[in-house]
């Protein structure tokens, strides 16, 4: 790569293929757990990562390429884990759900050191409109993981304790 446009490229195609892995695994994981709480959040996070695709869209539009994803070594560990987690054999219950909202987290983290590249990158090539498309999804995934975190605070991580 030679310029900051390539590797703002890069990485939207990359984000690109991690939103459209998540969008897909987050109905199956408010499927797995136990916790109403974390199912209902794990089922806006599906809408959110919806909403973030139209952004990363409208993203590609702005700088004149059509949308293409590219796979990430990084997103197909976290989904190879996610479905190691997923299997039929998993057994359902607090411990289950704590390493459910463990995924999540980890997914958001992702997500989050991705999108705040990408507005860095942005405001350096002075692309207004983008950056403000990147932190709409920016604060997305920061919320997400706020409310995983207040989650496992509240309830999931001391069911999981209580539960061993």
Known sequence: MTSLDDLFLALLREITFAERQFEKVLPRMALAARNTDLRDAFGRQRDDASR?????????????????AET?????????????????GSKPGAVHDARLVAF?????????????????????????????????????????????????????????????
């Open 52 to 68: 973030r695709l139209a952004r990363l869209g409208e993203v590609f539009r702005l700088i004149g390429r059509r949308v293409r």
């Open 72 to 88: 990430s070594d990084t997103i197909l560990g976290l989904l190879q884990d996610c479905d190691e987690l997923l299997e039929a």
């Open 104 to 164: 999540g987290q980890a997914a958001a983290h992702h997500q989050m050191s991705c999108y705040g590249t990408l507005l860095a990158w942005a405001e350096a090539m002075e692309r207004q409109e983008i950056a403000a498309l990147l932190r709409k999804s920016l604060e997305e995934g920061r919320a997400a993981d706020r409310t995983l975190a207040r989650l496992a605070a509240l309830t999931v991580n001391r069911e999981a304790r209580a539960a061993a």
